[in-house]
């Protein structure tokens, strides 16, 4: 058997109930076969794959608060700090009530090489808790934060783990999660990134996945010699990263005639109402009914259905698993040419070999949504030197690291004989620069 199935079986064997850590264990590992093949003596002398499938550590902890009735509650906090080979520990805190350790596993794992890619000096983790911040009020948000903070801040700091926001985790949370770390430690450092800008933000933070995943696919479009410009794009969700894919998508001339939330999506064939769209769910936190009885264009469908909607360029900016075989053979039969996935792992692994085959360009979530780590690593320089940047030297810094990041996975794919598949390049370009540094750190 070849290091690379047998790395797969021992992974499947010692983490069988994290069913999302295996597929990410699976799916990077299936696409670095060809540089484990080239390398595979070292790489097994030196245990690469056990390592690196092996988080440095795991911290879950018990995080008590009381809600509005005076009634304690009880949630489970989750850290995993998977690798720091090349940077702190670097990836968003994710509050729902779906949060696992395999969630947070997968997650971390998938961080790991997205932070690689962006070419910054940022190492893979990630965290979170089974907390649903949906319905609960200002001041239980607090106490859960805080109680959470109570216990994470052993584990983090500016430059051991530097945490972020993720789904359920927006600037309130990170406000009162950041508030706490300094009360509890007394020092005012770039411990989390995400912050408001009166604290420590960077602008464009906020914009940074959302406008990220539209500079990558644009890269990668213009390189396979087809226009963004006049196509029909259909996105998935309706959070931070749907919100801003949709802006920058607009802005490059594209029309988006989707978004969606997890109660049911909106098809709007005269093209988002951006400012609609802002309003609803940045303002009023309300569900996509309220867009569509404000907007006569707009159709609102209970439950899933985005990609049944004919489009060029489909961006699913939801969550995990949310575009399974039968929505990319819909997207395939309404002629689909690209796919960029702005959340983490949103396409299922037989879903991503269907586009694959049927010739779909396909940009995995690592790549195109890193846009937002790389802000935030953007955002932790700019704490260390003390300094503000404006928000079009982000941008433009922003935009050059997603080009640059195009251009290293389309490399790496091509100098391992797998020109076009950018899974695999993303994941070797990623993989290359981790295994470097820890065979450079030793066994450690
Ligand atoms: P938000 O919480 O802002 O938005 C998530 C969106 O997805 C909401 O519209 C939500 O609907 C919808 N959603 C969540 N769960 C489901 C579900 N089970 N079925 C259908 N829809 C669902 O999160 P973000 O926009 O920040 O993140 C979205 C994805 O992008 C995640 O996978 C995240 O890990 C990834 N990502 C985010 C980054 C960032 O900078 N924000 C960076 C890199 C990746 P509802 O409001 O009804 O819950």
């Given at each position: 058997m070849g290091y690379v199935d047998e790395i797969i079986e021992l992974t499947a064997k010692k983490n069988a109930d994290q069913p999302e850590f295996i597929q990410a264990v699976t799916e990077v590992l299936e696409s670095l076969r060809p540089v484990v093949d080239a390398n595979e003596e070292l790489y097994r002398r030196e245990a690469v794959l056990e390592r690196i499938v092996e988080p440095d550590r795991q911290i879950l902890f018990r995080v008590p608060w009381v809600d509005d009735k005076g009634q304690v509650q009880v949630n489970r906090g989750y850290r995993v700090q998977f690798n720091n080979s090349i940077g702190p520990y670097k990836g968003g805190i994710r509050l729902h009530p779906s949060v696992n350790l395999g969630i947070i596993k997968f997650l971390g794992f998938e961080q790991i090489f997205k932070n690689s890619l962006t070419s910054l000096p940022i190492g893979g983790g990630k965290g979170g808790s089974d907390?649903?911040?949906?319905?609960?009020s200002d001041r239980e948000i607090m106490a859960f934060c805080q109680s959470f903070m109570n216990e994470l801040y052993k584990y983090i700091g500016a430059d051991t783990d530097v945490p972020a926001g993720d789904i359920g985790t927006g600037a309130r949370e990170i406000g009162y999660m950041f508030g706490q770390y300094k009360k509890i430690r007394g020092v005012y450092e770039g411990v989390f990134t995400g912050k408001g800008l009166s604290y420590g933000g960077s602008l464009a933070r906020k914009e940074a996945t959302g406008f990220g995943l539209l500079y990558l696919t644009n890269e990668m479009l213009k390189c396979n010699g087809i226009e963004l410009a006049g196509k029909t794009v259909c996105i998935s969700g309706s959070g931070n990263v749907a919100i801003y894919a949709a802006q920058k998508a607009t802005e490059l001339g594209a029309k988006v005639v989707t978004v969606s939330d997890s109660t049911g999506w909106v098809y709007d064939p005269e093209g988002i109402d951006l400012a609609l769209l802002k309003e609803v769910k940045e303002v009023k936190r309300a569900r996509l009914t309220e867009y569509a009885a404000n907007r006569p264009s707009a159709q609102y469908h209970e439950g899933r259905g985005v990609w049944t909607i004919k489009c060029d360029v489909a961006l699913p900016c939801a969550t995990q698993n949310e575009l399974l075989l039968d929505d990319a053979k819909a997207l395939v039969a309404n002629g689909c040419i690209a796919v960029a996935e702005g959340a983490n792992m949103p396409t299922t692994l037989d879903a991503t070999e269907y586009l694959k085959t049927n010739g779909v360009l396909f940009a995995p979530g690592k790549a195109a949504n890193a846009g937002g780590v790389a802000t935030s690593a953007l955002e932790m320089s700019q704490n260390s030197e003390r300094l503000s940047w404006s928000f079009e030297e982000v941008d433009s810094k922003l935009q050059t690291i997603m080009v640059n990041i195009f251009h290293n996975l389309d490399a790496a794919a091509k100098k391992y004989g797998k020109e076009g598949d950018y899974v695999a390049g993303a994941n070797i370009a990623g993989f290359e620069k981790v295994v470097d540094a820890m065979l450079a750190q030793g066994v450690c």
């Amino acid at each position: 058997m070849g290091y690379v199935d047998e790395i797969i079986e021992l992974t499947a064997k010692k983490n069988a109930d994290q069913p999302e850590f295996i597929q990410a264990v699976t799916e990077v590992l299936e696409s670095l076969r060809p540089v484990v093949d080239a390398n595979e003596e070292l790489y097994r002398r030196e245990a690469v794959l056990e390592r690196i499938v092996e988080p440095d550590r795991q911290i879950l902890f018990r995080v008590p608060w009381v809600d509005d009735k005076g009634q304690v509650q009880v949630n489970r906090g989750y850290r995993v700090q998977f690798n720091n080979s090349i940077g702190p520990y670097k990836g968003g805190i994710r509050l729902h009530p779906s949060v696992n350790l395999g969630i947070i596993k997968f997650l971390g794992f998938e961080q790991i090489f997205k932070n690689s890619l962006t070419s910054l000096p940022i190492g893979g983790g990630k965290g979170g808790s089974d907390f649903d911040p949906k319905g609960k009020s200002d001041r239980e948000i607090m106490a859960f934060c805080q109680s959470f903070m109570n216990e994470l801040y052993k584990y983090i700091g500016a430059d051991t783990d530097v945490p972020a926001g993720d789904i359920g985790t927006g600037a309130r949370e990170i406000g009162y999660m950041f508030g706490q770390y300094k009360k509890i430690r007394g020092v005012y450092e770039g411990v989390f990134t995400g912050k408001g800008l009166s604290y420590g933000g960077s602008l464009a933070r906020k914009e940074a996945t959302g406008f990220g995943l539209l500079y990558l696919t644009n890269e990668m479009l213009k390189c396979n010699g087809i226009e963004l410009a006049g196509k029909t794009v259909c996105i998935s969700g309706s959070g931070n990263v749907a919100i801003y894919a949709a802006q920058k998508a607009t802005e490059l001339g594209a029309k988006v005639v989707t978004v969606s939330d997890s109660t049911g999506w909106v098809y709007d064939p005269e093209g988002i109402d951006l400012a609609l769209l802002k309003e609803v769910k940045e303002v009023k936190r309300a569900r996509l009914t309220e867009y569509a009885a404000n907007r006569p264009s707009a159709q609102y469908h209970e439950g899933r259905g985005v990609w049944t909607i004919k489009c060029d360029v489909a961006l699913p900016c939801a969550t995990q698993n949310e575009l399974l075989l039968d929505d990319a053979k819909a997207l395939v039969a309404n002629g689909c040419i690209a796919v960029a996935e702005g959340a983490n792992m949103p396409t299922t692994l037989d879903a991503t070999e269907y586009l694959k085959t049927n010739g779909v360009l396909f940009a995995p979530g690592k790549a195109a949504n890193a846009g937002g780590v790389a802000t935030s690593a953007l955002e932790m320089s700019q704490n260390s030197e003390r300094l503000s940047w404006s928000f079009e030297e982000v941008d433009s810094k922003l935009q050059t690291i997603m080009v640059n990041i195009f251009h290293n996975l389309d490399a790496a794919a091509k100098k391992y004989g797998k020109e076009g598949d950018y899974v695999a390049g993303a994941n070797i370009a990623g993989f290359e620069k981790v295994v470097d540094a820890m065979l450079a750190q030793g066994v450690c």
